[in-house]
Nanobody, 115 residues
Framework: QVQLVESGGGLVQAGGSLRLSCLAS????????MGWYRQAPGKQRELVAT???????NYVDSVKGRFTISRDNAKNSVYLQMNSLKPEDTALYYC?????????WGQGTQVTVSS
């Protein structure tokens, strides 16, 4: 089992920045790919960014150049640095981990970007 706890969401003006954190209940050295997803009201959950155990990253086109995903194995944490935020980035952001053929989700942290 893996418990994931997100934090760092909030209300920010367009152009601002936020840093999301995801704390895992076990060593993330043993976890392969981790990622961030988001879900806006009335829309499907979508991939935002992923990072592998080898630190390879992948981003959805809409956030490339603005968001950065990183991981700190010593702190069992994954981060999402979000810069130049836009109103369309408003969503509930979820941390995701894949471990031993199962997928785990956090409870989500709300990001709201005002215009």
């Amino acid at each position: 089992q893996v418990q994931l706890v997100e934090s760092g969401g909030g209300l920010v003006q367009a152009g601002g920045s936020l840093r999301l954190s995801c704390l895992a209940s076990r060593s993330i050295r043993s976890i392969g790919t981790m990622g961030w997803y988001r879900q806006a009201p009335g829309k499907q959950r979508e991939l935002v960014a992923t990072i592998t155990s080898g630190d390879s990253t992948n981003y959805v086109d809409s956030v490339k150049g603005r968001f950065t995903i990183s991981r700190d194995n010593a702190k069992n944490s994954v981060y999402l640095q979000m810069n130049s935020l836009k109103p369309e980035d408003t969503a509930l952001y979820y941390c995701n981990a894949r471990w031993q053929f199962s997928t785990y989700w956090g409870q989500g942290t709300q990001v709201t970007v005002s215009s």
